[in-house]
């Protein structure tokens, strides 16, 4: 017998073979689910510069930019210019049903897209806060940093969807009218200062993860060049957990752990939660983006710090 097949004149090799160590799944599962919400997931990577995280037999996961010089000729791709590697990169587009079968046959399990659309690289789609809880067992924290997050966008005239993150935290997902990369990121920023004004001993927005205690981390930083896994992607984890949207009240009835390559197709059922929790697009208030602007970018300011700190380090050794 032999575990290959065609699908939509795309070839699958070795389905049967386990995904990775821990997956309790096989490469055909990973294959059925991704074929199985399509519908659901083309719509949120169509023409965004696309980076997957792969899993080859034997080797790391890895995450792959640059489609590899033997993709088919179906698989679309966009050139960029790549500051952190100095070089020009191809990313895939997935736009279609062959794509994105490929993509599992490569062994593709996790969808990271770009915040912007191919040719449109000055106007992110969507303002995101990632909420990162210090442990598995702290998403409780998350939920009611999320909340925190919720009431933050309330009070600035905004609203957005929620999805878990497939890991341990979530994802705040705005849609924006037209804005400027950096106009977005100060935004962003701003929320998440707003948030954390909201609760301090809960949520913190300190970027150095020795100053966060036992906080959860409202992650503001997800701008720009940015990616975010997609919606209904699978994450390389044990069990192969599934970013999925979940409604604001149903926030505290949910785990991570409820949403998996196994279960999460079954779930949906005929329903595209994504789309029907997502708001339509907003235009971004000026105070929020004005307040933005007067605080530093997170990493900048962490590397100011980390290079102050081994200073004070070595004057007192």
């Known amino acids: 017998m032999t575990s290959d097949e065609v699908r939509d004149g795309v070839t699958l090799t070795n389905l049967d073979q386990p995904l990775f160590d821990g997956a309790g799944a096989t490469k055909r599962d990973l294959v059925d689910y991704l074929d199985a919400v399509r519908d659901r997931v083309i719509p949120v990577l169509r023409d965004r510069p696309l980076s997957v995280v792969r899993v080859r037999q034997g080797q790391a996961p890895f995450m792959q930019k640059n489609v590899p010089s033997y993709a088919p000729d179906f698989v679309r791709t966009v050139t960029l210019w790549a500051e952190s590697s100095q070089r020009r990169v191809s990313y895939a587009l997935c736009d279609d049903r062959r794509?994105?079968?490929?993509?599992?046959?490569?062994?593709?399990?996790?969808?990271?897209?770009?915040?912007?659309?191919?040719?449109?690289?000055?106007?992110?789609?969507?303002?995101?806060?990632?909420?990162?809880?210090?442990?598995?067992?702290?998403?409780?924290?998350?939920?009611?940093?999320?909340?925190?997050?919720?009431?933050?966008?309330?009070?600035?005239?905004?609203?957005?969807?929620?999805?878990?993150?497939?890991?341990?935290?979530?994802?705040?997902?705005?849609?924006?009218?037209?804005?400027?990369?950096?106009?977005?990121?100060?935004?962003?920023?701003?929320?998440?200062?707003?948030?954390?004004?909201?609760?301090?001993?809960l949520a913190t927005t300190a970027f150095i993860r020795e100053d966060r205690g036992d906080r959860v981390f409202l992650d503001s930083t997800r701008?720009?060049?940015?990616?975010?896994?997609?919606?209904?992607?699978?994450?390389?984890?044990?069990?192969?957990?599934?970013?999925?949207?979940?409604?604001?009240?149903?926030?505290?009835?949910?785990?991570?752990?409820?949403?998996?390559?196994?279960?999460?197709?079954?779930?949906?059922?005929?329903?595209?939660?994504?789309?029907?929790?997502?708001?339509?697009?907003?235009?971004?208030?000026?105070?929020?983006?004005?307040?933005?602007?007067?605080?530093?970018?997170?990493?900048v300011q962490a590397m100011h710090e980390g290079k102050r700190r081994a200073r004070a380090r070595r004057a007192t050794s």
């Open 99 to 201: 794509t994105l079968l490929w993509l599992a046959n490569q062994r593709a399990v996790e969808y990271h897209p770009a915040l912007v659309h191919a040719g449109h690289w000055d106007r992110p789609t969507h303002l995101v806060l990632d909420i990162d809880p210090p442990s598995a067992e702290a998403f409780p924290q998350a939920v009611a940093a999320a909340r925190l997050v919720g009431r933050a966008l309330a009070d600035s005239g905004l609203s957005g969807a929620v999805k878990t993150s497939g890991a341990k935290g979530l994802h705040v997902f705005v849609p924006l009218e037209a804005h400027t990369t950096e106009d977005v990121a100060a935004a962003t920023r701003a929320l998440g200062v707003r948030a954390e004004r909201l609760d301090p001993a």
């Open 223 to 299: 701008s720009g060049g940015a990616t975010v896994v997609a919606a209904y992607s699978p994450r390389v984890r044990p069990g192969v957990p599934v970013s999925f949207p979940v409604a604001w009240d149903d926030l505290d009835r949910i785990t991570p752990g409820d949403f998996t390559l196994h279960t999460a197709a079954g779930l949906l059922r005929d329903a595209d939660p994504w789309a029907a929790l997502m708001p339509e697009p907003q235009r971004l208030p000026r105070d929020l983006i004005e307040e933005g602007h007067t605080i530093p970018v997170a990493r």
